[in-house]
């Protein structure tokens, strides 16, 4: 059975940091990604890696900011979230294995349950 689990989000006050992680099992996952869903708005892209890491993409606005990578060895991806602003607020997904293009959610075929990040200002 494919599972990904997220953990490590919880309340933080801004300016601070978190690391998320997802741990997948069942399979391995050649191309994974974070989102992110706030109250009212639709998920959006955080940010995505290749099975190397060689291939990382981020959401523009959030580059500097969040690292995405991954241990193989654990199957596992993390999401280093630094200087985070109360607008970071959201309940972030772990997904893997989209068909197409790694921005849209819809393209992919496998989500965690999600893990709240709040940020107090």
């Known amino acids: 059975q494919v599972q990904l689990v997220e953990s490590g989000g919880g309340l933080v006050q801004a300016g601070g940091s978190l690391r998320l992680s997802c741990a997948a099992s069942?399979?391995?996952?050649?191309?994974m990604g974070w989102f992110r869903q706030a109250p009212g708005k639709e998920r959006e892209f955080v940010a995505a890696?290749?099975?190397?890491?060689?291939?990382?993409s981020y959401a523009d606005s959030l580059k500097g900011r969040f690292t995405i990578s991954r241990d193989n060895a654990k199957n596992t991806v993390y999401l280093q979230m630094n200087s985070l602003k109360a607008e970071d607020t959201a309940v972030y997904y772990c997904?893997?294995?989209?068909?197409?293009?790694?921005?849209?959610?819809?393209?992919?075929?496998?989500w965690g349950q999600g893990t709240q990040v709040t940020v107090s200002s």
């Open positions: 997904a893997a294995d989209p068909g197409g293009g790694v921005y849209y959610w819809k393209e992919y075929n496998y």
């Open positions: 069942g399979r391995i996952f050649s191309r």
């Open positions: 890696i290749s099975w190397s890491g060689g291939s990382i």
